[in-house]
């Protein structure tokens, strides 16, 4: 287990990283939007260069230092990864975003490669819906992870039930 | 028996909450979901880099022959 100190450290590292990554998602989908409804050729392009440079600098790190971090608190304290169901929910949350962020590198990246080749051309042909759809339904599902992790809600797996009884007859003197 | 350890017993007994069922069902058709939405792609889709004739991206890469384009159809 981690002592007093560690367990606040990690513990402020993990929010620290899981919002900044819902931060994140959050300007990824307004340039998305800004993407799809301005006139201005140069922001358009701008905004797939911008989403491109910003998905390896800040929304890739931080989505792997969240699931990091959240590994370490988990089975760093007395929550464990796999007693509590909402520990489970929200890992496989936390891997199902991480996946889908590291997977969406290529799609922002070719965006961006259309962006530099697209001077003078149709901007409606580079204009794309896909970075607003993944990034609304990416907050969402980092709200519902930090939900999670604000309320808690009860309900121990049969492995968290099995632990909680080794415990117990372990304290019985 | 305290009220907390009462407490205890009653979670341990109750089995899988109804909230992580939601979540179960909710999750396996966002999975169902989302592999439908890629094979129906024919591959990778819209989580890999965009085919040329798939609709969303008819611009081509600069030193992309008109040859390849047509192939990649």
Redesign the interface.
């Known amino acids: 287990m981690l002592g007093t100190r560690a367990r606040k450290f990690a513990l402020t590292a993990h929010v620290v990283s899981s919002v900044g990554w819902l931060g994140a998602a959050g300007v990824f989908l307004a340039l998305g939007v800004v993407g799809l409804a301005s006139g201005d050729p140069e922001v358009v392009r701008a905004v797939y260069l911008a989403m491109d440079a910003a998905d390896w600098a800040v929304l890739v790190p931080l989505a792997l230092a969240s699931l990091a971090t959240g590994l370490v608190q988990s089975l760093g304290t007395r929550w464990g990864l796999f007693r509590h169901y909402w520990v489970v929910v929200k890992l496989a949350m936390t891997i199902l975003g991480v996946l889908v962020v590291v997977l969406y590198t290529q799609t922002l990246s070719y965006q961006a490669d259309l962006a530099r080749a697209s001077a003078g051309a149709d901007l409606d042909a580079l204009r794309s819906a896909s970075p607003v759809l993944h990034s609304a339904i990416g907050m969402a599902l980092l709200l519902v992870a930090v939900t999670l992790s604000v309320y808690k809600p009860r309900g121990e797996t049969r492995h968290g039930q099995r632990a909680r009884a080794r415990q117990w007859i372990s304290e019985v003197p | 028996m305290t009220d907390e350890s009462e407490d205890?017993v009653a979670?341990?007994r109750?089995g899988?909450?109804r909230?992580?069922k939601v979540?179960a069902v909710i999750?396996a058709a966002a999975v169902a979901l989302l592999t439908v939405a890629m094979l129906a792609g024919g591959g990778?889709g819209?989580?890999?880099?965009?085919r040329h004739g798939q609709g969303?991206?008819?611009?081509?890469?600069?030193g992309a022959s008109a040859s390849s384009l047509v192939a990649a159809r």
């Open positions: 205890r979670e341990a109750a899988m909450p909230w992580v979540f999750g990778p819209e989580h890999g880099p965009g969303n991206h008819p611009l081509p890469l600069p």
